[in-house]
Protein backbone atom coordinates (compact mmCIF):
# COMPACT_ATOMS: atom_id res chain seq x y z
CA UNK A 1 0.00 0.00 0.00
CA UNK A 2 1.26 3.56 -0.82
CA UNK A 3 2.46 5.74 1.91
CA UNK A 4 -0.60 8.36 0.98
CA UNK A 5 -3.08 5.60 1.12
CA UNK A 6 -1.95 4.16 4.35
CA UNK A 7 -2.16 7.52 6.39
CA UNK A 8 -5.71 8.13 4.88
CA UNK A 9 -6.57 4.92 5.89
CA UNK A 10 -5.04 5.65 9.38
CA UNK A 11 -7.19 9.38 9.41
CA UNK A 12 -10.50 7.62 8.36
CA UNK A 13 -9.96 4.96 10.88
CA UNK A 14 -9.50 7.40 13.55
CA UNK A 15 -12.59 9.68 12.55
CA UNK A 16 -14.49 6.90 12.93
CA UNK A 17 -13.85 5.92 16.17
CA UNK A 18 -13.78 9.26 17.47
CA UNK A 19 -17.74 9.24 16.02
CA UNK A 20 -18.28 5.85 17.39
CA UNK A 21 -16.70 7.04 21.28
CA UNK A 22 -19.70 9.86 21.00
CA UNK A 23 -23.21 8.68 21.94
CA UNK A 24 -25.36 8.56 19.46
CA UNK A 25 -22.80 9.44 16.89
CA UNK A 26 -23.50 13.02 17.85
CA UNK A 27 -20.81 15.59 17.85
CA UNK A 28 -19.80 17.25 21.45
CA UNK A 29 -20.04 20.95 21.75
CA UNK A 30 -16.13 21.56 22.27
CA UNK A 31 -15.61 24.13 24.83
CA UNK A 32 -12.87 27.07 24.97
CA UNK A 33 -10.73 26.66 28.22
CA UNK A 34 -8.08 29.08 29.11
CA UNK A 35 -5.74 28.07 32.50
CA UNK A 36 -7.10 30.11 34.95
CA UNK A 37 -10.41 28.45 33.99
CA UNK A 38 -8.70 24.87 34.37
CA UNK A 39 -6.79 25.68 37.38
CA UNK A 40 -10.51 26.95 38.77
CA UNK A 41 -11.74 23.46 37.63
CA UNK A 42 -9.38 21.39 39.17
CA UNK A 43 -9.68 23.12 42.52
CA UNK A 44 -13.64 22.88 42.05
CA UNK A 45 -14.09 19.62 40.97
CA UNK A 46 -11.15 17.20 40.99
CA UNK A 47 -10.92 14.15 43.11
CA UNK A 48 -8.00 15.86 45.32
CA UNK A 49 -9.69 18.82 46.02
CA UNK A 50 -13.27 17.35 46.90
CA UNK A 51 -10.88 14.66 49.20
CA UNK A 52 -9.38 17.82 50.77
CA UNK A 53 -12.39 19.95 51.31
CA UNK A 54 -13.36 16.53 53.06
CA UNK A 55 -10.62 16.09 55.64
CA UNK A 56 -11.13 20.13 56.21
CA UNK A 57 -14.46 19.00 57.34
CA UNK A 58 -13.35 16.40 59.65
CA UNK A 59 -11.30 18.77 60.96
CA UNK A 60 -13.68 21.06 61.96
CA UNK A 61 -16.24 18.94 63.12
CA UNK A 62 -13.67 17.35 65.09
CA UNK A 63 -12.70 21.14 66.27
CA UNK A 64 -16.63 21.68 67.16
CA UNK A 65 -16.60 18.34 69.22
CA UNK A 66 -13.05 19.80 71.53
CA UNK A 67 -14.94 23.13 72.45
CA UNK A 68 -18.05 21.32 73.13
CA UNK A 69 -15.69 19.17 75.93
CA UNK A 70 -14.29 22.16 77.23
CA UNK A 71 -17.31 23.52 77.86
CA UNK A 72 -17.53 20.56 80.59
CA UNK A 73 -13.69 20.81 81.60
CA UNK A 74 -12.42 24.48 80.48
CA UNK A 75 -8.26 24.37 80.28
CA UNK A 76 -6.49 26.90 78.80
CA UNK A 77 -3.89 25.13 77.09
CA UNK A 78 -5.85 22.66 75.94
CA UNK A 79 -8.01 25.72 73.75
CA UNK A 80 -4.99 26.94 72.68
CA UNK A 81 -4.02 23.44 71.67
CA UNK A 82 -7.10 22.90 69.42
CA UNK A 83 -7.37 26.37 68.52
CA UNK A 84 -3.50 25.34 66.60
CA UNK A 85 -4.88 22.28 65.30
CA UNK A 86 -7.82 23.82 63.25
CA UNK A 87 -5.36 26.15 62.18
CA UNK A 88 -3.41 23.55 61.14
CA UNK A 89 -5.80 21.77 59.05
CA UNK A 90 -6.71 25.19 57.44
CA UNK A 91 -3.52 25.55 56.43
CA UNK A 92 -2.45 21.80 55.13
CA UNK A 93 -5.74 22.27 53.12
CA UNK A 94 -4.68 25.42 51.49
CA UNK A 95 -1.17 23.64 50.66
CA UNK A 96 -3.26 20.62 49.11
CA UNK A 97 -4.58 23.43 46.99
CA UNK A 98 -1.74 24.79 46.04
CA UNK A 99 -0.08 22.20 44.85
CA UNK A 100 -2.64 20.72 42.87
CA UNK A 101 -2.92 24.15 41.02
CA UNK A 102 0.38 23.43 39.73
CA UNK A 103 -0.49 19.76 38.95
CA UNK A 104 -3.07 21.29 36.21
CA UNK A 105 -1.23 23.96 34.95
CA UNK A 106 1.55 21.18 34.79
CA UNK A 107 -0.95 19.02 32.67
CA UNK A 108 -2.35 22.23 30.69
CA UNK A 109 1.15 22.66 29.54
CA UNK A 110 1.61 18.86 28.79
CA UNK A 111 -1.48 18.48 26.49
CA UNK A 112 -0.34 21.94 24.73
CA UNK A 113 2.98 20.16 24.27
CA UNK A 114 1.05 16.65 23.36
CA UNK A 115 -0.42 18.90 20.85
CA UNK A 116 2.09 20.55 19.02
CA UNK A 117 4.48 17.53 18.88
CA UNK A 118 1.82 15.73 17.51
CA UNK A 119 1.82 19.12 14.75
CA UNK A 120 5.35 18.51 14.26
CA UNK A 121 5.69 14.50 13.81
CA UNK A 122 2.69 15.65 11.06
CA UNK A 123 4.88 18.02 9.09
CA UNK A 124 7.67 15.57 9.11
CA UNK A 125 5.30 13.04 7.83
CA UNK A 126 4.55 15.03 5.02
CA UNK A 127 8.24 15.58 4.55
CA UNK A 128 9.16 11.36 4.34
CA UNK A 129 6.16 11.21 2.00
CA UNK A 130 7.85 13.93 -0.38
CA UNK A 131 11.01 12.33 -0.32
CA UNK A 132 9.96 8.93 -1.23
CA UNK A 133 7.70 10.09 -3.82
CA UNK A 134 11.02 11.69 -5.15
CA UNK A 135 13.13 9.11 -4.69
CA UNK A 136 10.31 6.88 -5.97
CA UNK A 137 10.53 8.35 -9.14
CA UNK A 138 14.11 8.96 -9.65
CA UNK A 139 14.56 5.10 -8.82
CA UNK A 140 11.96 4.34 -11.96
CA UNK A 141 14.08 6.57 -14.13
CA UNK A 142 17.06 4.51 -12.92
CA UNK A 143 18.89 7.45 -11.17
CA UNK A 144 19.24 6.02 -7.85
CA UNK A 145 19.83 2.65 -6.74
CA UNK A 146 17.03 0.35 -4.68
CA UNK A 147 19.16 0.93 -1.10
CA UNK A 148 18.37 4.70 -1.81
CA UNK A 149 14.51 4.03 -1.99
CA UNK A 150 14.73 1.73 0.74
CA UNK A 151 16.46 4.37 3.10
CA UNK A 152 13.53 6.71 2.24
CA UNK A 153 11.06 4.17 2.87
CA UNK A 154 12.59 3.06 6.08
CA UNK A 155 12.59 6.75 6.96
CA UNK A 156 8.74 6.83 5.69
CA UNK A 157 7.86 4.61 8.02
CA UNK A 158 9.64 5.57 11.06
CA UNK A 159 8.08 9.18 10.46
CA UNK A 160 4.38 7.04 10.69
CA UNK A 161 5.77 5.52 13.90
CA UNK A 162 6.09 9.36 15.07
CA UNK A 163 2.97 9.76 14.29
CA UNK A 164 1.58 6.99 16.24
CA UNK A 165 3.84 7.74 19.08
CA UNK A 166 2.47 11.33 19.53
CA UNK A 167 -1.28 10.37 19.41
CA UNK A 168 -0.93 8.37 21.76
CA UNK A 169 1.13 10.75 24.08
CA UNK A 170 -2.02 13.04 23.51
CA UNK A 171 -4.22 11.07 24.37
CA UNK A 172 -2.17 9.89 27.69
CA UNK A 173 -1.53 13.84 28.37
CA UNK A 174 -5.62 14.78 28.01
CA UNK A 175 -6.53 11.71 30.24
CA UNK A 176 -4.27 13.01 32.78
CA UNK A 177 -5.32 16.48 32.97
CA UNK A 178 -9.34 15.36 32.65
CA UNK A 179 -8.77 13.72 35.95
CA UNK A 180 -6.85 16.87 37.36
CA UNK A 181 -9.97 19.53 36.46
CA UNK A 182 -12.18 16.62 37.44
CA UNK A 183 -13.60 16.25 33.85
CA UNK A 184 -16.20 13.21 34.79
CA UNK A 185 -18.36 14.36 31.42
CA UNK A 186 -16.00 13.78 29.11
CA UNK A 187 -16.62 17.65 28.37
CA UNK A 188 -14.71 18.65 24.87
CA UNK A 189 -11.73 21.64 25.55
CA UNK A 190 -9.89 23.46 23.48
CA UNK A 191 -7.16 24.99 25.52
CA UNK A 192 -6.79 28.32 24.34
CA UNK A 193 -3.95 29.36 25.93
CA UNK A 194 -0.42 28.81 24.30
CA UNK A 195 2.52 27.00 24.92
CA UNK A 196 4.94 29.54 23.37
CA UNK A 197 8.28 31.16 25.28
CA UNK A 198 7.45 34.58 27.22
CA UNK A 199 10.61 35.22 29.91
CA UNK A 200 10.33 37.10 32.90
CA UNK A 201 12.47 39.76 34.44
CA UNK A 202 12.84 37.93 38.25
CA UNK A 203 14.07 39.97 41.05
CA UNK A 204 15.66 37.43 42.92
CA UNK A 205 15.81 39.42 46.49
CA UNK A 206 11.88 40.97 46.02
CA UNK A 207 10.89 37.02 45.25
CA UNK A 208 13.04 35.51 48.59
CA UNK A 209 11.05 38.70 50.27
CA UNK A 210 7.56 37.41 48.77
CA UNK A 211 8.36 33.83 49.60
CA UNK A 212 9.15 34.48 53.17
CA UNK A 213 5.80 36.66 54.07
CA UNK A 214 3.19 34.18 52.04
CA UNK A 215 4.53 30.83 52.50
CA UNK A 216 2.18 28.47 54.26
CA UNK A 217 4.59 26.62 55.64
CA UNK A 218 6.21 29.37 57.35
CA UNK A 219 2.51 30.62 58.82
CA UNK A 220 1.98 27.33 60.08
CA UNK A 221 5.36 26.99 62.03
CA UNK A 222 4.91 30.92 63.21
CA UNK A 223 1.25 29.56 64.18
CA UNK A 224 2.93 27.06 66.37
CA UNK A 225 5.65 29.54 67.89
CA UNK A 226 2.83 31.77 69.02
CA UNK A 227 1.27 29.07 70.40
CA UNK A 228 3.79 27.85 72.47
CA UNK A 229 4.30 31.49 73.45
CA UNK A 230 1.01 31.75 74.62
CA UNK A 231 1.53 28.26 76.72
CA UNK A 232 4.70 30.07 78.73
CA UNK A 233 2.77 32.81 79.70
CA UNK A 234 -0.57 31.09 80.89
CA UNK A 235 2.03 29.28 82.62
CA UNK A 236 4.29 31.57 84.02
CA UNK A 237 2.38 32.05 87.54
CA UNK A 238 3.10 30.72 91.18
CA UNK A 239 0.90 27.98 90.74
CA UNK A 240 2.25 25.66 87.65
CA UNK A 241 4.73 23.23 88.92
CA UNK A 242 8.42 24.67 87.75
CA UNK A 243 8.84 21.83 85.70
CA UNK A 244 5.55 22.28 83.64
CA UNK A 245 6.93 25.92 83.10
CA UNK A 246 10.53 24.99 82.03
CA UNK A 247 8.27 22.08 79.41
CA UNK A 248 6.61 24.91 78.16
CA UNK A 249 9.84 27.18 77.34
CA UNK A 250 11.74 24.28 75.92
CA UNK A 251 8.73 23.61 73.87
CA UNK A 252 9.23 27.09 72.64
CA UNK A 253 12.35 26.72 71.64
CA UNK A 254 12.20 24.03 69.86
CA UNK A 255 8.92 25.72 67.86
CA UNK A 256 11.44 29.20 66.92
CA UNK A 257 14.14 26.55 65.80
CA UNK A 258 11.72 24.75 63.76
CA UNK A 259 10.58 28.30 62.65
CA UNK A 260 13.82 29.28 61.48
CA UNK A 261 14.46 25.95 59.91
CA UNK A 262 11.32 26.08 57.77
CA UNK A 263 12.50 29.88 56.60
CA UNK A 264 15.47 28.21 55.83
CA UNK A 265 14.45 25.68 53.73
CA UNK A 266 11.82 28.05 51.99
CA UNK A 267 14.52 30.43 50.58
CA UNK A 268 16.99 27.34 49.55
CA UNK A 269 14.02 25.95 47.70
CA UNK A 270 13.20 29.35 45.83
CA UNK A 271 17.09 29.34 44.89
CA UNK A 272 17.22 25.98 43.94
CA UNK A 273 13.22 26.73 41.40
CA UNK A 274 15.09 30.04 40.53
CA UNK A 275 18.04 28.20 39.05
CA UNK A 276 16.02 25.91 37.21
CA UNK A 277 14.39 28.49 35.63
CA UNK A 278 17.31 30.49 34.40
CA UNK A 279 19.02 27.83 33.58
CA UNK A 280 15.90 27.05 31.35
CA UNK A 281 15.31 30.29 30.06
CA UNK A 282 19.04 30.45 28.66
CA UNK A 283 18.49 27.25 26.88
CA UNK A 284 15.27 27.97 24.85
CA UNK A 285 16.80 30.39 22.69
CA UNK A 286 19.55 28.25 21.84
CA UNK A 287 17.40 25.73 21.36
CA UNK A 288 15.65 27.85 18.54
CA UNK A 289 18.70 28.68 16.93
CA UNK A 290 19.73 25.29 16.48
CA UNK A 291 16.25 24.44 15.19
CA UNK A 292 16.31 27.45 12.53
CA UNK A 293 19.96 26.25 11.61
CA UNK A 294 18.83 22.54 11.09
CA UNK A 295 16.28 23.70 8.68
CA UNK A 296 18.74 25.57 7.08
CA UNK A 297 20.89 22.66 6.44
CA UNK A 298 17.89 20.91 5.52
CA UNK A 299 16.79 23.23 2.98
CA UNK A 300 20.67 22.91 1.66
CA UNK A 301 20.84 19.35 1.79
CA UNK A 302 17.75 19.15 0.06
CA UNK A 303 19.52 21.58 -2.98
CA UNK A 304 22.73 19.43 -3.24
CA UNK A 305 20.47 16.24 -3.54
CA UNK A 306 18.25 17.22 -6.56
CA UNK A 307 21.92 18.57 -7.95
CA UNK A 308 23.38 15.02 -7.02
CA UNK A 309 26.37 16.54 -4.59
CA UNK A 310 24.98 14.31 -1.79
CA UNK A 311 23.30 10.99 -1.44
CA UNK A 312 20.10 9.87 0.14
CA UNK A 313 20.93 8.96 3.32
CA UNK A 314 22.69 12.26 3.96
CA UNK A 315 19.33 13.92 2.63
CA UNK A 316 17.52 11.62 5.16
CA UNK A 317 20.23 12.42 7.94
CA UNK A 318 19.42 16.36 7.31
CA UNK A 319 15.73 15.72 7.56
CA UNK A 320 15.45 13.71 10.24
CA UNK A 321 17.92 15.81 12.43
CA UNK A 322 15.74 19.33 11.87
CA UNK A 323 12.66 16.78 13.60
CA UNK A 324 15.01 16.23 16.63
CA UNK A 325 15.80 20.19 16.73
CA UNK A 326 12.14 21.28 16.59
CA UNK A 327 11.40 18.60 19.21
CA UNK A 328 14.14 19.53 21.24
CA UNK A 329 13.18 23.42 21.09
CA UNK A 330 9.11 22.34 21.90
CA UNK A 331 10.87 20.31 25.21
CA UNK A 332 12.41 23.49 25.67
CA UNK A 333 9.95 25.74 25.72
CA UNK A 334 7.65 23.04 27.87
CA UNK A 335 10.36 22.95 30.76
CA UNK A 336 10.77 26.49 30.57
CA UNK A 337 6.63 27.16 31.69
CA UNK A 338 7.09 24.31 33.86
CA UNK A 339 9.99 26.04 35.75
CA UNK A 340 8.17 29.22 35.58
CA UNK A 341 4.99 27.71 37.28
CA UNK A 342 7.16 26.06 40.32
CA UNK A 343 9.04 28.95 40.80
CA UNK A 344 6.14 31.41 41.15
CA UNK A 345 4.32 28.28 43.33
CA UNK A 346 7.48 27.98 45.60
CA UNK A 347 7.12 31.94 46.32
CA UNK A 348 3.25 31.43 47.35
CA UNK A 349 1.92 32.92 44.51
CA UNK A 350 -1.16 32.11 43.06
CA UNK A 351 -1.92 32.03 39.25
CA UNK A 352 -3.88 35.39 39.91
CA UNK A 353 -1.18 36.74 41.57
CA UNK A 354 1.43 36.18 39.35
CA UNK A 355 2.83 39.57 37.00
CA UNK A 356 3.82 39.71 33.70
CA UNK A 357 6.74 41.28 34.19
CA UNK A 358 8.94 41.39 37.66
CA UNK A 359 10.78 44.34 37.46
CA UNK A 360 13.78 45.17 39.64
CA UNK A 361 14.49 47.35 42.23
CA UNK A 362 17.57 48.91 41.05
CA UNK A 363 18.46 48.32 37.17
CA UNK A 364 22.16 49.23 38.18
CA UNK A 365 22.81 46.38 40.56
CA UNK A 366 24.07 43.62 38.60
CA UNK A 367 21.68 40.26 38.31
CA UNK A 368 24.89 37.67 39.57
CA UNK A 369 25.10 40.24 42.53
CA UNK A 370 20.79 39.84 42.82
CA UNK A 371 21.38 36.01 42.67
CA UNK A 372 24.02 35.84 45.56
CA UNK A 373 22.19 38.72 47.97
Known sequence: MKAREKTFTVALVICLIGFLLVPGGETQEIVALSLQ???????????????????LEEARVTFEEGKATLLLSPSIIQELSLQNTWKIAQRNYEMTLTQHALSVE????????????????????????SQYQNIQTKYSLGMVAEI????????LNRAENEIQKSRRALALAQFQFNQLIGNRENQNYQLSDKLDFQPLEVNLEESLKYALAHRLEIEQAQDNVSLKEKEVEVN??????????????V???????????????VILEVRQNYSTLKD??????????NSKIAQEKLRIAQAQFDAGLITTVDLLDKQYATYEAETAYLQAVFDYRVAQATFFTSLGMSLEERPKTWQKESTEQPETQNQEG
Not at 106 to 129: M, P
Not at 148 to 155: I, K, T
Not at 236 to 249: C, E, I, V
Open 280 to 289: AEELVPLQDQ
Open 37 to 55: EAVKLGLEKSNEARLAKEK
Open 148 to 155: DLLSAELE
Open 106 to 129: QGYYNVLKAQQSLDLAQNNLKRAE
Open 251 to 265: QLSQAQINLENTQNS
Open 236 to 249: SNPYTPPLTLQKSK
